[in-house]
């Protein structure tokens, strides 16, 4: 504050390295960064809980996660997750005796005494299903299994899993949450104390964090988070209602509490690809969650466990007037 002037953006401390009136532990950025701090204790307001911790991608978001289990624990995880997850369960962390399950976690009743870890999403990527976070939780939750959420898709503007039982969310928060294509960022939330802080002792041990830009970058897209989701899910409402009338498409998903819509366009694969070269204005891209509307086809552009019909298509709608989006499908429909 300067001349009883107070600004209204939180400034970005760059310096690596704090001064101590005494010496102690701490003062280090990897560890304790003041920009990176302020954006933890906003998303976990956000989530409803009393911890968030900030890294670099949602991958890194989740490596630290899966760094807490030892040789021979087990993980059972949903068989239609995120790539990204099943690159790390599969051929890093299964190096080192973790054992991985993949299946459909909706048909378990009951799970083993090894299981340490129960991962999903609660809307699949990319066919959009969605899973019951409470349902799962009631089910599945025992002492010493913990239940993982990532709610990526759906942001804590729609669903706060820890409210519906789960006991830790991950988050990238380079799609919907930073939402402007131009930061790259994850993030854990948690209630449990003893879980966090082992945790942040990984968080800043592997040291995966995000630079504090991004995180002044994050900071300033938290503002707009509630009604960015809301214009999101407003105009991927029109696409569906408009891709169910179209006579060129097979099936429609959309879960309805996000800004993703999945479809399948009749015929095969090349059908398919000859569509998306056609579009103009909607962009061929891997990722997600920003304010330009991108499209994806999982059978060319993702790895996954299970089989994937070669006609499907994951669009991510933007923020842009619903005609011009509905006006390029339609075009390309054709």
């Given at each position: 504050?300067?001349n009883n002037?107070?600004?209204?953006?939180?400034?970005?401390?760059?310096s690596t390295?704090?001064?101590?009136?005494?010496?102690?532990?701490?003062?280090?950025?990897?560890?304790?960064?003041?920009?990176?701090?302020?954006?933890?204790?906003?998303?976990?307001?956000?989530?409803?809980?009393?911890?968030?911790?900030?890294?670099?991608?949602?991958?890194?978001?989740?490596?630290?996660?899966?760094?807490?289990?030892?040789?021979?624990?087990?993980?059972?995880?949903?068989?239609?997750?995120?790539?990204?997850?099943?690159?790390?369960?599969?051929?890093?962390?299964?190096?080192?005796?973790?054992?991985?399950?993949?299946?459909?976690?909706?048909?378990?009743?009951?799970?083993?005494?090894?299981?340490?870890?129960?991962?999903?999403?609660?809307?699949?990527?990319?066919?959009?299903?969605?899973?019951?976070?409470?349902?799962?939780?009631?089910?599945?939750?025992?002492?010493?299994?913990?239940?993982?959420?990532?709610?990526?898709?759906?942001?804590?503007?729609?669903?706060?899993?820890?409210?519906?039982?789960?006991?830790?969310?991950?988050?990238?928060?380079?799609?919907?949450?930073?939402?402007?294509?131009?930061?790259?960022?994850?993030?854990?939330?948690?209630?449990?104390?003893?879980?966090?802080?082992?945790?942040?002792?990984?968080?800043h041990t592997?040291?995966?964090?995000?630079?504090?830009?991004?995180?002044?970058?994050?900071?300033?897209?938290?503002?707009?988070?509630?009604?960015?989701?809301?214009?999101?899910?407003?105009?991927?409402?029109?696409?569906?209602?408009?891709?169910?009338?179209?006579?060129?498409?097979?099936?429609?998903?959309?879960?309805?509490?996000?800004?993703?819509?999945?479809?399948?366009?009749?015929?095969?694969?090349?059908?398919?690809?000859?569509?998306?070269?056609?579009?103009?204005?909607?962009?061929?891209?891997?990722?997600?969650?920003?304010?330009?509307?991108?499209?994806?086809?999982?059978?060319?552009?993702?790895?996954?466990?299970?089989?994937?019909?070669?006609?499907?298509?994951?669009?991510?709608?933007?923020?842009?007037?619903?005609?011009?989006?509905?006006?390029?499908?339609?075009?390309?429909?054709?």
């Open positions: 504050m300067t002037l107070t600004p209204l953006i939180s400034p970005i401390i760059l390295t704090m001064s101590q009136l005494k010496p102690e532990g701490g003062g280090y950025s990897r560890v304790d960064n003041p920009t990176r701090l302020l954006l933890e204790k906003k998303l976990a307001k956000l989530e409803k809980v009393k911890f968030a911790l900030a890294f670099s991608s949602g991958s890194a978001a989740i490596a630290t996660i899966l760094s807490t289990l030892k040789t021979g624990d087990q993980i059972i995880c949903h068989q239609e997750t995120y790539e990204g997850t099943l690159r790390l369960l599969k051929k890093v962390f299964t190096k080192f005796g973790i054992k991985v399950k993949l299946t459909d976690i909706r048909k378990l009743k009951s799970v083993d005494r090894q299981t340490k870890l129960i991962w999903f999403e609660n809307i699949t990527n990319p066919t959009l299903e969605i899973i019951n976070v409470k349902k799962i939780c009631q089910k599945l939750k025992q002492e010493k299994t913990l239940i993982v959420v990532d709610n990526t898709f759906t942001t804590p503007i729609f669903q706060n899993p820890l409210v519906e039982g789960a006991d830790i969310v991950v988050h990238s928060l380079t799609k919907f949450i930073a939402g402007h294509h131009d930061v790259s960022a994850g993030a854990i939330m948690l209630n449990n104390k003893q879980i966090f802080k082992q945790l942040k002792f990984l968080q592997i040291g995966a964090v995000p630079s504090p830009f991004d995180c002044f970058l994050i900071n300033r897209s938290l503002e707009t988070l509630e009604i960015r989701m809301k214009q999101h899910q407003a105009n991927a409402q029109k696409i569906t209602n408009f891709l169910k009338t179209c006579n060129h498409i097979l099936k429609v998903s959309f879960p309805g509490f996000s800004g993703i819509v999945s479809f399948w366009v009749k015929g095969n694969q090349q059908t398919t690809l000859k569509f998306l070269s056609r579009l103009k204005h909607i962009k061929i891209a891997h990722s997600l969650g920003g304010t330009i509307s991108t499209i994806l086809h999982p059978a060319s552009m993702m790895t996954l466990s299970i089989p994937i019909d070669r006609n499907l298509v994951r669009l991510s709608v933007g923020l842009e007037n619903s005609k011009i989006i509905i006006n390029d499908l339609k075009q390309a429909l054709r």
